[in-house]
């Protein structure tokens, strides 16, 4: 590639407002967008496009293991459309989100979980607790956008600042969405809390008002700053408590401003298959948690997962596509996770649980 025209371009997206040149090396340009969105350029001769659209979307790991496999050197060959090189490979193309690791996964992609594979949102509040929209809101808008059910988890009493549910609202809140679900039937909306996991791992209501519910999401709100034994005990006592379905955003982490307290992912992971407990992808974009990079170990133990848009509104619900793009760099399927299942699947799911605490 020529110097010359490398300043070429570089002073034609100069033109672009909002666009400030940071750095440049051969062959990049480093710019920021809106002064916060880091957006690079790289740039090679047509015949080179498919090396640099492979080399630059697999992470180093990956892209060496590749070319061993495959006996490919990038440095002595010209490919000018990445389809090439896994036709050189002899394999099927592999997804971008796939190549974060060393491992070459070759399998059929049309098997991982995508947008279409969402039967229910799960995981979300109401103008009950913290929420923007009323029940009915959600459960409308819910259907409209073609799911089958809907999850509705408002904050339990202890989450007092957001207006967390008294053992008195809780009764009024079943008898509302008892009401509904005569109206919008065959839709149908789950009774189920975010409840609490309280500084001793008990969860925020007795046995009896726990079993009033048709699934109950445990997540840690409070008390944040712990070690990993102290986080460890509570949430090892949350997932060992019978009336736990779904274990919420398991670290807490919301990324860029507070880090996750340590747990010990692999003891967790266990204890939810030992005790049959799904675990929370909290697909809202701050939040991330579980991990991704935990997904094939949860799998490989045949725990299920379950991605939730924590709505607190009817467009929080959306997140869920946040939440699928982390799932798919897991390779997750369908079959694992608890909101691809339908109606009538679900109801099963949620009843098996139940049958275990009688
Ligand atoms: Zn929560
Ligand atoms: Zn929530």
Same mark, same amino acid.
């Given at each position: 590639?020529?110097?010359?025209?490398? !300043?070429?371009?570089?002073? %034609?997206?100069?033109?672009?407002?909002?666009?400030?040149?940071?750095?440049?090396?051969?062959?990049?340009?480093?710019?920021?967008?809106?002064?916060?969105?880091?957006?690079?350029?790289?740039?090679?001769?047509?015949?080179?496009?498919?090396? *640099?659209?492979?080399?630059?979307?697999?992470?180093?790991?990956?892209?060496?293991?590749?070319?061993?496999?495959?006996?490919?050197?990038?440095?002595? #060959?010209?490919?000018?459309?990445?389809?090439?090189?896994?036709?050189? @490979?002899?394999?099927?193309?592999?997804?971008?989100?796939?190549?974060?690791?060393?491992?070459?996964?070759?399998?059929?992609?049309?098997?991982?979980?995508?947008?279409?594979?969402?039967?229910?949102?799960?995981?979300?509040?109401?103008?009950?607790?913290?929420?923007?929209?009323?029940?009915? #809101?959600?459960?409308?808008?819910?259907?409209?956008?073609?799911?089958?059910?809907?999850?509705? %988890?408002?904050?339990?009493?202890?989450?007092?600042?957001?207006?967390?549910?008294?053992?008195?609202?809780?009764?009024?809140?079943?008898?509302?969405?008892?009401?509904?679900?005569?109206?919008?039937?065959?839709?149908?909306?789950?009774?189920?809390?975010?409840?609490?996991?309280?500084?001793?791992?008990?969860?925020?209501?007795?046995?009896?008002?726990?079993?009033?519910?048709?699934?109950?999401? @445990?997540?840690?709100?409070?008390?944040?700053?712990?070690? #990993?034994?102290?986080?460890?005990?509570?949430?090892?006592?949350?997932?060992?408590?019978?009336?736990?379905?779904?274990?919420?955003?398991?670290?807490?982490?919301? *990324?860029?401003?507070?880090?996750?307290?340590?747990?010990?992912?692999?003891?967790?992971?266990?204890?939810?298959?030992?005790? #049959?407990?799904?675990?929370?992808?909290?697909?809202?974009?701050?939040?991330?948690?579980?991990?991704?990079?935990?997904?094939?170990?949860?799998?490989?133990?045949?725990?299920?997962?379950?991605?939730?848009?924590?709505?607190?509104?009817?467009?929080?619900?959306?997140?869920?596509?946040?939440?699928?793009?982390?799932?798919?760099?897991?390779?997750?399927?369908?079959?694992?996770?608890?909101? !691809?299942?339908?109606?009538?699947?679900?109801?099963?799911?949620?009843?098996?649980?139940?049958?275990?605490?009688?």
């Amino acid at each position: 590639m020529i110097q010359g025209e490398q !300043s070429e371009i570089k002073s %034609s997206l100069q033109k672009i407002e909002n666009l400030l040149l940071k750095n440049e090396e051969t062959g990049i340009l480093i710019f920021e967008f809106h002064k916060t969105l880091p957006v690079q350029f790289f740039i090679c001769d047509a015949d080179l496009f498919g090396n *640099l659209v492979f080399t630059q979307s697999g992470n180093e790991a990956f892209v060496e293991a590749f070319q061993e496999k495959y006996a490919i050197d990038f440095s002595a #060959e010209c490919f000018a459309d990445e389809q090439e090189i896994f036709e050189a @490979a002899g394999i099927q193309s592999i997804p971008f989100y796939a190549r974060n690791q060393e491992k070459i996964f070759e399998q059929d992609w049309e098997q991982i979980i995508s947008t279409g594979d969402i039967k229910g949102i799960i995981h979300t509040h109401s103008t009950w607790s913290d929420g923007k929209n009323t029940i009915e #809101e959600m459960a409308r808008a819910c259907k409209q956008k073609g799911f089958e059910y809907l999850v509705m %988890s408002d904050h339990s009493v202890s989450s007092f600042y957001a207006n967390g549910l008294t053992v008195d609202r809780i009764m009024k809140q079943q008898e509302e969405i008892d009401r509904l679900n005569q109206l919008l039937f065959p839709f149908k909306i789950f009774k189920s809390i975010e409840c609490d996991i309280l500084n001793n791992g008990d969860l925020d209501y007795d046995t009896q008002v726990l079993a009033s519910f048709d699934l109950v999401i @445990a997540s840690v709100h409070q008390n944040l700053k712990m070690t #990993e034994e102290k986080a460890m005990e509570r949430l090892l006592a949350a997932i060992a408590n019978p009336h736990t379905t779904i274990l919420g955003h398991p670290t807490g982490r919301l *990324l860029l401003s507070r880090k996750e307290y340590p747990i010990n992912h692999q003891l967790i992971i266990d204890a939810c298959k030992k005790h #049959e407990v799904a675990i929370e992808i909290n697909a809202n974009p701050r939040r991330l948690d579980m991990d991704w990079q935990w997904i094939p170990y949860a799998m490989e133990q045949q725990v299920k997962l379950s991605i939730n848009p924590d709505a607190h509104s009817i467009s929080g619900m959306d997140d869920i596509r946040y939440g699928i793009l982390c799932a798919q760099k897991g390779l997750l399927t369908p079959s694992q996770n608890v909101s !691809s299942m339908n109606l009538q699947e679900f109801e099963h799911f949620v009843a098996k649980k139940k049958s275990i605490i009688r």
